[in-house]
């Protein structure tokens, strides 16, 4: 058995079916109906291609749960991870109706099924009309309670995933010097995500100069200039199917004595953000340890997004680190903690790192020096 193989059978066990099934039926369901996309390869380890014939897995809460896909694809089915986990895998042809095989076999008087909520609506409104009786709600409040706290083998992949980026990040000096654009950097570091152990990149952020006061800027073909601060926000998927999503600021020679301000503010409420994760402590209180940081500043006005995202198959999933949410966080909840500072038309500087609440504190799983780093110039 490879590692991969091994690690895809230590990630996906049939108790996620079991548990999935315990959630519907408590959300007052009589199924759950997934298509190709996380919420599939959580349930099942299978990375189903998203087309137009149906793949659907079919988790009842009364009989056992199947996956139909169609006839072509049963044998990647098969070679997946969903091929171990003792589920049949139905095969449909070309002139089957396979709207109509599911709702034939669901339990007799079904009234609520939930599809995940990035069903196609050509298939969801195909699923209404095989079930006209039976109403369709979302499943992801039921899938999300499940993803949002990862057991031991989830975390370990997020610390792989964790520690391939932070090795893309230790040759940004490779690549990042003045007179390339941020597009020819970016085309370096995409490369680099893939060398360093990810199946597929999945975004390069390039902010340089007043770029970087643009959170979500992605790249342009701006020329990098000495004294450029410049936000890198990278992230990739794992052949595990986890995500990594880092961000580190650098600047090119040495940069504004503003800037410098700035960063020293930013990492001051990085920090005490990521040592501040616990269980217990709410969403919205996190967020609030570094936001009160930054606020007391002065450069309250210039953090304008929330301090994180959960992670795990997904780059952006729950829970949440916002005001607002009252979630406790739990022993297994992973996400990140980015406080940012933005100057329009002048400069920004973001701090990311993916932690997880364990059962006595956090743990950091972005292992790179949160000092500003200066290249030369």
Wanted: glycine share 10%; charged share 25%; aromatic share 6%.
């Amino acid at each position: 058995m490879t590692h991969s193989e091994s690690s895809a059978a230590t990630l996906y066990t049939s108790e996620r079916l079991t548990k999935a099934r315990t959630e519907a039926a408590a959300a007052g369901v009589q199924a759950l109906l997934v298509s190709p996309g996380p919420d599939l390869r959580y349930l099942t380890g299978y990375q189903a291609l998203p087309l137009e014939r149906l793949t659907c897995l079919v988790v009842p809460v009364e009989g056992d749960p199947f996956l139909v896909v169609p006839r072509l694809e049963q044998p990647s089915a098969q070679a997946s991870p969903a091929g171990g986990l003792g589920i049949e895998i139905v095969g449909f042809d070309e002139t089957d109706d396979a709207y109509g095989l599911i709702a034939r076999r669901l339990p007799a008087g079904t009234a609520r099924f939930a599809v995940d909520d990035h069903m196609w609506a050509q298939k969801l409104l195909a699923f209404q009309a095989a079930l006209p009786r039976a109403e369709a709600v979302l499943a992801g409040d039921v899938l999300a309670e499940l993803r949002m706290r990862k057991t031991p083998a989830e975390v370990d992949a997020l610390r792989r995933a964790g520690g391939a980026i932070d090795r893309v990040h230790r040759r940004i000096g490779e690549w990042l010097r003045p007179g390339r654009t941020e597009r020819e950097v970016a085309k370096d570091i995409a490369d680099a995500i893939v060398e360093a152990g990810h199946a597929r990149m999945d975004f390069v952020i390039v902010g340089s100069g007043p770029n970087g006061a643009s959170p979500h800027h992605e790249v342009s073909d701006r020329v990098i200039r000495t004294g450029d601060p410049v936000v890198i926000d990278i992230g990739g998927t794992t052949a595990e199917g986890y995500c990594s999503d880092s961000t580190r600021t650098y600047a090119v020679g040495e940069p504004p004595a503003a800037f410098r301000e700035l960063y020293d503010v930013l990492l001051r409420a990085q920090t005490a953000q990521t040592e501040a994760v616990r269980p217990g402590i709410t969403a919205e209180e996190l967020d609030a340890v570094g936001r009160d940081i930054i606020t007391d500043a002065g450069y309250g006005d210039h953090f304008i997004h929330r301090t994180g995202h959960g992670i795990g198959l997904d780059t952006h999933e729950e829970p949440y680190i916002v005001a607002g949410s009252k979630r406790p966080l739990e022993p297994g909840m992973a996400f990140s903690v980015e406080p940012g500072i933005y100057l329009p038309d002048t400069f920004g500087a973001r701090i990311e790192d993916i932690a997880v609440c364990t059962e006595s504190g956090g743990e950091r799983l972005n292992l790179t020096g949160r000092d500003l780093v200066v290249l030369p110039g």
